[in-house]
Nanobody, 124 residues
Framework: VRLVESGGGTVQAGGSLRLSCTAS????????MGWHRQAPGKERDLVAA???????YYVDSVKDRFTISRDDARNTVYLEMDSLQPEDTAVYFC???????????????????WGQGTQVTVSS
């Protein structure tokens, strides 16, 4: 299964971007979907996640600025990013969790399938 991200790019501070991530095929039993990011020299961290029931999680630094959503019919997860700041600059990775994560909060999901990453650069 391949996850293919799109929508990254360069934007000025205060601007917006919308990331999309689509699976190359339907994966039975997908539970949570999430977006992680990795800035240079830093670890990859979970930014936002959404359960199959629509329960969402956001790291504090993006609350009220980012919105995660999913379209299961299209095997796609989205991340709407508003009021972007230079500290949001990173490579963003989407990820899907399998059936073992159905009954856990989305922030604790075990992500098994990963995209290749898309660069988001926010200039000041």
């Amino acid at each position: 299964v391949r996850l293919v991200e799109s929508g990254g790019g360069t934007v000025q501070a205060g601007g917006s971007l919308r990331l999309s991530c689509t699976a190359s095929e339907t994966v039975p039993g997908i539970s949570a979907m999430g977006w992680h990011r990795q800035a240079p020299g830093k670890e990859r961290d979970l930014v936002a996640a959404i359960s199959r029931a629509g329960v969402t999680y956001y790291v504090d630094s993006v609350k009220d600025r980012f919105t995660i959503s999913r379209d299961d019919a299209r095997n796609t997860v989205y991340l709407e990013m508003d009021s972007l700041q230079p500290e949001d600059t990173a490579v963003y990775f989407c990820a899907f969790a399998g059936p073992a994560s159905v009954y856990v909060p989305p922030r604790r999901a075990r992500f098994q399938y990963w995209g290749q990453g898309t660069q988001v650069t926010v200039s000041s």
